[in-house]
């Protein structure tokens, strides 16, 4: 099993999307094992965006994404960092794929509706930077059985 960090960022919060995403993501067979709405401090965003640190458009990126609070959620499955990598699409919006989040919702670079750890190894820096270990849970989901099947 994976655990993947998703952010649903301010523009599907103030577009009342949130219930929307988490029942795609819930629906494809991903366990919520963390879930939260918080606000970003800016030392926050420095660190978890520290590889757009210098771009003109950072300035940008953290004021968007403290427009309000996000809804933080950590998400466990087999192979959940590139399950959900593609459920959400690429960054650029309106040229994601249909079906993705983003290619459903979304035209922007900017506002594309949610974040998703891009690797296993971000995804064990993300996790851990979003949430306290008592705030992820460990459960026995009776659906297990039948979304993985045998493999
Ligand atoms: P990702 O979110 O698809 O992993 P990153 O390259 O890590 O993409 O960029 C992080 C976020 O920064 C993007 O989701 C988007 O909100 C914003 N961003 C990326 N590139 C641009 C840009 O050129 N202009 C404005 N915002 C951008």
Do not use: W
């Amino acid at each position: 099993m994976e655990r993947t960090l998703v952010l649903l960022k301010p523009d599907a919060v103030q577009r009342d999307l949130i219930g929307e995403i988490i029942t795609r993501l819930e629906r494809k067979g991903l366990k919520i094992t963390g879930l939260k709405m918080m606000r970003l401090s800016d030392e926050l965003l420095n660190e978890h965006y520290s590889h757009l640190v210098g771009r003109s458009f950072f300035p940008e990126v953290k004021s968007f994404m403290q427009l309000t609070p996000v809804v933080a959620l950590c998400l466990e499955g087999v192979e959940a960092v590139d399950t959900v990598r593609a459920l959400c699409g690429i960054t650029k919006a309106r040229e994601a794929a249909p079906g993705t989040i983003r290619g459903e919702f979304a035209m922007s670079v900017q506002a594309n509706l949610i974040h998703c750890s891009d690797s296993l190894e971000t995804a064990k820096a993300e996790v851990p930077r979003f949430f306290k270990a008592e705030e992820l849970f460990e459960y026995k989901d009776i659906l297990e059985t039948y979304v993985y099947n045998s493999s």
